[in-house]
Nanobody, 123 residues
Framework: QVHLVESGGGLVQAGGSLRLSCAAS????????MGWFRQAPGKEREFVAN????????SYADSVKGRFTISRDNAKSTVYLQMISLKPEDTAVYYC????????????????WGQGTQVTVSS
């Protein structure tokens, strides 16, 4: 069992920045690729970014490409999501998740999920 806890959400004005963190505990963090997803009010949860375990290769949803950066510190069992140039449409609950697959964009491929952290971007 991998236990994930997100932090770093909050209220920010449009154009601002936030850095989300996701700390893993429990079963070894080793070997899991990580992803960030988000769910806005009244919408389905959507993929935001992912990062592989070994190479640290990343991919992003088109809506956040160039503004968000996912990274990980395996020694600290933590994954980050740096968000800049935030827009009101980025308002959502952000979730981190761990997958045993090398890389995945699908929710169903992720085995463990955090409880989420709220990000609100005001206009």
């Amino acid at each position: 069992q991998v236990h994930l806890v997100e932090s770093g959400g909050g209220l920010v004005q449009a154009g601002g920045s936030l850095r989300l963190s996701c700390a893993a505990s429990g079963r070894s963090f080793s070997g899991y690729s990580m992803g960030w997803f988000r769910q806005a009010p009244g919408k389905e949860r959507e993929f935001v970014a992912n990062i592989t375990w070994s190479s640290g290769s990343t991919s992003y949803a088109d809506s956040v490409k160039g503004r968000f950066t996912i990274s990980r510190d395996n020694a600290k069992s933590t994954v980050y999501l740096q968000m800049i140039s935030l827009k009101p449409e980025d308002t959502a609950v952000y979730y981190c998740a761990a997958s045993k697959y090398y890389r995945s964009w699908s929710e169903s491929d992720f085995d463990y999920w955090g409880q989420g952290t709220q990000v609100t971007v005001s206009s």
